[in-house]
């Protein structure tokens, strides 16, 4: 349905899409390192093998940074008038 509209209102859905994306992802991200760092305070671990449960919120954490990284590179791809690659 957005294909039927002109091509500067498909780049500023685009544009907007991502923005929130990124706001979203990096309010995930900070929130995710807050509740790593809390759990890390307090020895937070599993019931049964008592292995810490911070190390796996950070791969999180790094997993959700990498997508914000993402978002910014193609907002910026979006900012210069080139149209992101759905080939992949």
């Not at 008592?50 to 978002?71: H, M």
Request: with cysteine.
């Amino acid at each position: 349905m957005i294909e039927l509209l002109p091509k500067r209102f498909q780049r500023t859905i685009d544009l907007v899409n991502h923005a929130i994306c990124l706001i979203l992802m990096g309010l995930i991200t900070w929130q995710g390192v807050l509740r790593a760092l809390e759990m890390k305070e307090f020895g937070e671990a599993s019931p049964n093998l008592q292995i810490p449960d911070y190390p796996f919120v950070f791969f999180l954490v790094l997993g959700c940074l990498a997508l914000c990284l993402e978002y910014i590179r193609d907002l910026f791809r979006l900012a210069g008038g080139k149209k992101r690659d759905t080939s992949k």
